[in-house]
């Protein structure tokens, strides 16, 4: 397996929106938008379990909108891996693995769910 370095769209700011996503540029800020209320509202907190692989603890009333969002996140970037178990006490845990290629876009991933939630940030495993 060959790893390419991952090039983020430079017409976004956010960071974790690489090239290669096939959600239309319009698009892309109302998506980042979604993902910013997700975690504003319903993110508990986060760990990162491995390099290639951010555990979030979420609120379990959060779980429907989470599936949704991860769904069509799927769609176009179909390199991220999203996984859904029962947590304790209310909560629900997503964890979102991507491969190696792509640690750089996870990391901006973890530190836009970490500031939008008012929590520190994950550091990589």
């Known amino acids: 397996m060959t790893t390419e370095p991952v090039t983020l769209n430079p017409a976004n700011d956010d960071g974790w929106v690489p090239q290669a996503c096939t959600l239309p540029s319009a698009e ?3 998506r980042v938008a979604e993902f910013d209320g997700l975690f504003a509202t319903g993110l508990l907190g986060l760990e990162r379990t491995a390099p290639t692989v951010l555990r979030l603890s979420l609120a379990a ?5 989470a599936r949704e969002l991860t769904a069509r996140e799927s ?22 693995a991507v491969p190696a290629a792509h640690v750089e876009v996870l990391n ?17 495993a």
């Open 61 to 65: 009333a959060s779980e429907v909108a």
């Open 28 to 30: 892309q800020p109302l």
């Open 108 to 124: 901006a991933l973890a530190e836009r769910a970490a500031a939008a939630a008012g929590l520190t940030p994950a550091a990589p």
């Open 75 to 96: 769609s176009c970037c179909s390199f991220f891996g999203f996984t859904f178990t029962p947590g304790s006490e209310g909560r629900v845990l997503l964890e979102v």
